[in-house]
């Protein structure tokens, strides 16, 4: 069960098929900021472009998206993120949360973040606007506790090997060309893009949590919008 | 469309993308192998000169040699565009690692749009192929190559071969983009042999060091373009080569979403810049001058109403397409260059010069240095007299300096010798055994003839001189790893293990506390004995003293 969306909910169910895409990573403590941000950023590298340009009659041209390496300290891996400094700080904040949760009382270390496409359907007056979700990844983490210094070595490593499936997984499903929202006129991309950010255009999307208490219940469920103007109406 | 088969226009735009897409396919790759961090900025405002909306730079040598490779064609069937991936030791060994294959098959999507479907995915395809070469085994040797190694490239057309990569190699598949003539697929074949050691760390037997001996083989297919190494670069200061250049060749891309009533092009100036005042066999500015503007002639409109069919991803998409050039612009780039403008990496180099040719890595991360005492573990023997360096061992010929890893061995007792690993080839890949004595040490032929000892380990001196020239150096850097491509359980070796054990012999049993102080104990027990005798000769002692006097 997911978190509620910060829309309100349509009165008709949604007509497409929202793709669903699960990943499971167990790693320690201190790995945890670093795996979810590389799966998130490789995500959001396939869900970006660069910033639209419209121009008149309808024609627009598209910025340019630069990438860069990124090194994790706490695993043998490396990954590409788009060069945004915007979005880095807003999965950093939102993942940060997620690791401070799976750390707090209540929680044997299980928890999951999911990284949501949607679009956005206007609605009349006095109507809020429609969240339709087209895309969700969603990343399980389980926590391990490592007794000594071999140990993490070997985790060290294991969870960059995992990473690297991860990675491959993750492009498998990009590669199959499925639905991707059709192009907007200039009046419609705020409905599908995120046009906040300067230097890239990321498909909207939003990011929430939940961790699993020792129970096996859902103790909290947290949304940490990312989008400024996702209520506005 | 209007028409159901391919427009002349439609069909030199996919010509183009197909162009570019291969030469930008190759630039990724070789620049995933440098050996270093890509950063390439984003830029709201679009240049015009970066293809597929992605600021991936384009190295002059890399798109020469590409452009060579290609000698005009474009993957077709049967005719694929490979990148050989591959490692060269300093001792001139070579092993290919990938083959990237950018390959085409006989699947067409007639329904697809060229100018803007076809551009979109094959920019989502570069970035998965950003994403995926950073994740096959190469990515983390490339990243630590520079003393013992380095990575090589060589780009090919036609048939691929992976016969080079070993038994059992793996494939991943990066993407795959269908357009009206074919489908693109990338995708890359990687030799597992040396993934395969990273799982036997679980595995409590000694690691088994041998050499691999297929890895030195010739390569069987006469290479019909020579290997370049990918950290091409040297000093900054007389680079033989000019720096990353933007790409010369325009690509102007301008979409609509509206049903334009008439043709609207977007005209972007191509950013030339004047070429450093170096011998260079890449790219030369256009015979036309530096920045020019054309305009396109023709247009090509194409709109697809929404209503045309649910279900396809693409419907409502009305482009206008103002990409690609008149094919009567002369802007061809290809400049008759230099053979060889990439130094070929010397077959026996050494370690100085192999400096001067390829950018040495910095120390690597992550390794701490400190010297230890002269007095190794061998020379704790404080029961006795022995000197320090006068035991018995190799040891006496090397002043070693141990390289311990932080926090690693605060278990261990003090006298074992602890030696952490150096990052060597494939060293992440080797075993990393819960008992780091049972590691076998490397054992390299020496590079100077005038080495004494056949034992000597690698001797890298890891200052900042980066020449090492055997023995001359009193410094010597002992390092415990494990050798290069010698995982093989078939072809046990027998020096690393006997340097392993000779390396740590046991103590002598005499210097041992408990013998030592057992005979000491019996000493005393026969004391009262012994004096007891000496007393009763202590006459004929007398005597012989006197005789001496």
């Known amino acids: ?233 | 469309a209007m028409d159901t088969d391919l427009s002349s226009q439609d069909r030199k735009d996919l010509d183009k993308f197909i162009k570019f897409f291969a030469l930008k396919t190759v630039q990724v790759i070789v620049q995933a192998r440098l050996g270093e961090k890509i950063c390439t900025r984003s830029s709201s405002s679009p240049t015009g000169s970066d293809w597929f909306n992605l600021a991936i730079k384009d190295i002059p040598e890399v798109t020469h040699e590409a452009k060579k490779a290609l000698a005009g064609q474009l993957p077709a069937v049967g005719r694929s565009m490979c990148v050989e991936i591959s490692l060269k030791t300093s001792e001139g060994d070579s092993m290919e690692l990938e083959i990237w294959c950018l390959e085409m098959n006989e699947k067409c999507d007639k329904e697809i749009k060229v100018s803007y479907t076809v551009y979109n995915r094959l920019s989502l395809l570069l970035k998965s192929l950003l994403a995926i070469t950073r994740v096959t085994p190469a990515y983390r040797l490339s990243r630590k190559q520079g003393h013992e190694y380095v990575i090589l490239y060589r780009i090919y057309f036609g048939e691929v071969q992976l016969s080079g990569l070993g038994e059992g190699f793996q494939t991943v598949r990066v993407g795959t983009v269908g357009t009206p003539v074919g489908t693109i697929t990338l995708s890359c074949a990687y030799r597992i042999n040396l993934a395969f050691m990273s799982t036997r760390q679980f595995e409590r037997t000694p690691p088994i060091m041998g050499i691999i001996i297929d890895h030195f083989v010739d390569r069987p297919y006469p290479s019909s373009s020579p290997m370049h190494p990918c950290n091409y670069r040297a000093g900054e200061d007389n680079a033989v080569y000019p720096s990353v250049e933007d790409s010369q060749e325009v690509c102007t891309t301008s979409f609509s979403t509206s049903p334009p009533s008439q043709c609207v092009f977007t005209v972007t100036k191509a950013h030339f810049q004047t070429p450093p005042p170096v011998v260079t066999d890449t790219l030369k500015v256009p015979v036309m001058g530096l920045a020019f503007s054309h305009q396109l002639s023709s247009s090509r409109l194409s709109y697809q109403p929404a209503a045309l069919g649910a279900g396809s991803a693409d419907m409502g998409y009305p482009v206008l397409f103002a990409g690609g050039l008149n094919a009567a612009h002369p802007h061809q780039l290809i400049a008759p260059g230099k053979e060889g403008g990439v130094p070929p990496v010397p077959s026996q180099p050494a370690h100085g010069t192999q400096a001067d040719q390829e950018r040495m890595c910095t120390p690597l991360d992550g390794v701490h240095y400190s010297a230890a005492t002269p007095s190794s573990s061998e020379d704790t023997e404080t029961v006795s007299n022995s000197s320090e360096g006068k035991c018995g061992s190799p040891h006496d010929l090397l002043e070693t300096i141990f390289i311990r890893k932080v926090g690693a061995f605060v278990n261990k007792p003090i006298n074992q010798v602890t030696m952490a690993n150096l990052d060597i080839p494939f060293a992440m890949f080797a075993p990393k055994n819960v008992e780091l004595e049972d590691n076998d040490p490397m054992v390299n032929p020496p590079e100077s003839p005038e080495t004494e000892s056949p034992l000597q380990g690698s001797l890298h001196s890891e200052g900042s001189s980066g020449s090492s020239t055997g023995n001359t150096h009193d410094d010597f850097v002992m390092i415990d790893f494990k050798p290069a491509f010698s995982k093989d359980d078939i072809l046990p070796m027998d020096l690393g293990t006997f340097y392993r054990e000779f390396q740590n012999p046991p103590q002598l049993s005499s210097l041992s506390i408990d013998i030592g102080a057992q005979s000491m104990a019996e000493d005393l027990d026969s004391l009262p004995e012994k004096l007891a005798v000496h007393e009763k000769n202590v006459k004929e002692f007398d005597a012989f003293v006197e005789t001496l006097q």
């Open chain 1, 1 to 233: 069960p997911l978190s509620t969306r910060c829309c309100a909910p349509s009165s008709a169910a949604p007509t497409m098929n929202c793709r669903a895409e699960v990943l499971e990573v167990s790693v320690e403590g201190r790995q945890v900021e670093e795996a979810m941000l590389a799966v998130l950023h490789t995500v959001l590298l396939h869900r970006s472009t660069g910033k639209f340009h419209y121009k008149k009659e309808g024609t627009y041209s598209i910025g340019t998206v630069g990438t860069q390496d990124v090194d994790c300290d706490f695993i043998d891996f490396a990954y590409v993120r788009v060069s945004s400094e915007e979005l880095d700080r807003a999965l950093r904040k939102a993942v940060g949360e997620f690791k401070d949760a799976l750390r707090g009382s209540g929680s044997d270390g299980m928890g999951q973040i999911s990284l949501e496409f949607y679009q956005k359907k206007k609605s009349r007056w006095p109507f809020s606007d429609e969240c339709i979700p087209w895309e969700l990844w969603t990343i399980k983490v389980n926590v391990v506790n490592l007794a000594n210094e071999q140990e993490r070595q070997i985790c060290r490593e294991k969870v960059g090997e995992k990473l690297c499936e991860k990675i491959i997984n993750i492009v498998e499903v990009m590669n199959r060309h499925e639905y991707l929202p059709k192009m907007p006129t200039q009046s419609e991309v705020d409905n599908v893009f995120d046009t906040s950010l300067k230097d890239v255009q990321p498909y909207l999307y939003k990011i929430s949590y939940q961790i699993t208490d020792s129970l096996g219940t859902s103790v909290t469920t947290t949304m940490r919008r990312l989008i400024k103007d996702t209520l506005a109406l």
